[in-house]
């Protein structure tokens, strides 16, 4: 009997528009993932907390709990705490730290995970991986996906704009990485998952070409779908591949190298992206790419994060050794410095004309 479909791990629930938080309660109970209303909130002491005093009155049976970063030891203190409880799920309310170390705990009890995230900094929000710091440095945690994902984009509007210009570099980044993959596909006979490499592609192109902006509720309606669909991409294909290529590699090499002076994860994604473009000769596209990411006010040179030529230099060069194992156009061209300098001063050349 052949196999005719397949079953695509998925939220329950995508409830993305604005004013959704106010119906969170019903949300759950309407979808049988609470009908008690007894959940586990987890909660930053920032913008969670705040939002803990207007939720409260809807959810009396909810506990809260604050969590004090994104660490391991947070979530495994946090998974800790909620064992003595009896709850339906866990709802991890906040930013991305906080969502991840939900994430992390409610894997650890064995507890569905509501994710309700309050800005749109980057793709995590719906994958299947949680990112904590630990003694090494920071790891990656195979979670389950969360049961439901509530996004109200009133909520999104008051968060620091910064944080969701992050989420359209992170965004954007979706379609370097599927390039990279392909890549690795022609060179190597890696296997693509199609469908996989289609969400992702797909949610990257509609951030990129959308005209709006970051005031606009359509446009954060667009962002926030595709970093939702580009955690289902994650979990489909079982790995970052769909998100993550050279683009990533250069994100985790500015960490590593700068860790006190690395920008946010989406900035250096977009930068990356738009570099690795020109790298593997998609000059045009490339260009497009670094002035959307300028009208959005992204960076797109190294200076315009508080980092050298030469700095950026080394990155790049460093950047393969964040992902063993990983092929992208960095592994494939194996450039040397003083290559590395040669194409980035026609890169720098090339997005300021």
């Known amino acids: 009997m052949p196999v005719l479909t397949r079953l695509i791990p998925s939220p329950v629930v995508v409830d993305i528009r604005p004013g959704a938080l106010d119906d969170l309660a019903s949300v ?9 209303g007894k959940l586990a909130i987890a909660v930053s002491n920032g913008s969670g907390a705040r939002l803990r005093e207007r939720l409260a009155p809807a959810l009396p049976g909810a506990t809260w709990y604050e969590v004090g970063g994104g660490t391991l030891d947070d979530a495994i203190r946090l998974a800790g705490d909620m064992k003595s409880g009896h709850y339906d799920a866990v709802v991890g309310l906040g930013g991305g730290k906080i969502i991840d170390c939900a994430k992390f705990a409610a894997a650890r009890v064995g507890l569905p995970l509501v994710a309700v995230p309050t800005n749109l900094a980057h793709d995590g929000l719906c994958s299947p991986v949680a990112t904590l710091d630990n003694d090494a440095g920071r790891g990656s945690y195979g979670v389950p996906n969360p049961i439901a994902v509530v996004i109200d984009l009133d909520v999104i509007r008051e968060a620091p704009v910064r944080f969701v210009r992050a989420g359209i570099g992170d965004a954007i980044s979706n379609i370097n990485a599927i390039a990279d993959w392909e890549l690795s596909n022609r060179v190597n006979g890696e296997k693509i998952d199609g469908l996989a490499a289609a969400m992702a ?9 959308h005209p709006g902006g970051v005031g606009d509720n359509d446009f954060l309606q ?37 860790p006190q002076r690395a920008a946010s994860h989406g900035e250096q994604c977009g930068l990356g992206a738009a570099f690795a473009m020109y790298l593997r000769g998609a000059h045009e596209e490339a260009a497009y790419m670094a002035e959307v ?6 960076p797109v040179l190294p200076e315009e994060i508080g980092f050298t030529v030469d700095e950026f230099v080394r990155v790049v060069e460093f950047a ?9 156009i960095l592994e494939h061209l194996d450039l040397k410095t003083h290559q590395i300098k040669d194409i980035y001063s026609d890169y720098a050349k090339a997005i300021g004309s």
């Open 28 to 36: 759950l109970s309407d979808e049988r993932i609470s009908h008690s």
């Open 222 to 258: 667009v962002l926030a779908e595709a970093l939702v669909l580009t955690g289902v991409a994650m979990s489909i294909s079982g790995d970052s591949r769909p998100a993550s290529g050279s683009c990533h590699e250069i994100n985790h090499a500015f960490d590593l190298l700068f």
């Open 201 to 209: 592609r797909q949610a990257g192109e509609a951030v990129l070409r």
């Open 293 to 298: 990411l300028q009208r959005h006010g992204l």
């Open 320 to 328: 393969p050794q964040t992902r063993p194992g990983r092929y992208t």
